[in-house]
Nanobody
């Protein structure tokens, strides 16, 4: 069993930055794929970024490429999402997800464990 807990969300102005963290307990974190998704009111859960076991294997949605950076610290069992140049359309609940193999997916149903989410609000 794996438990994921996100932190770092908040209210920020357009153009600002936030860094989200997601810490895991239990399970085999270092060999798992990790991802961030987000949910906006009235919209489906949307893929944001993913990272495989190798920290150089990262993947991003087109909407965040060049602005967001995903990273991981296996010793701390933590995955991060650095978000820069934030826009109002980045507003939503950000959730981290864990896939129990060294891969990734754009599809939420492929992931085995989820955190509760952290709210990010970008004001204009």
């Amino acid at each position: 069993q794996v438990h994921l807990r996100e932190s770092g969300g908040g209210l920020v102005q357009v153009g600002g930055s936030l860094k989200l963290s997601c810490t895991a307990s239990g399970g085999t974190f270092s060999t798992s794929g990790l991802a961030w998704f987000r949910e906006a009111p009235g919209k489906m859960r949307e893929f944001v970024a993913a990272i495989k076991r190798s920290e150089t294997a990262t993947y991003y949605a087109d909407s965040v490429t060049g602005r967001f950076t995903i990273s991981r610290d296996n010793a701390k069992k933590t995955v991060y999402l650095q978000m820069n140049s934030l826009k109002p359309e980045d507003t939503g609940v950000y959730l981290c997800a864990l896939l129990m193999s060294d891969t990734y997916s754009y599809t939420p149903n492929e992931y085995h464990y989820w955190g509760q989410g952290t709210q990010v609000t970008v004001s204009s």
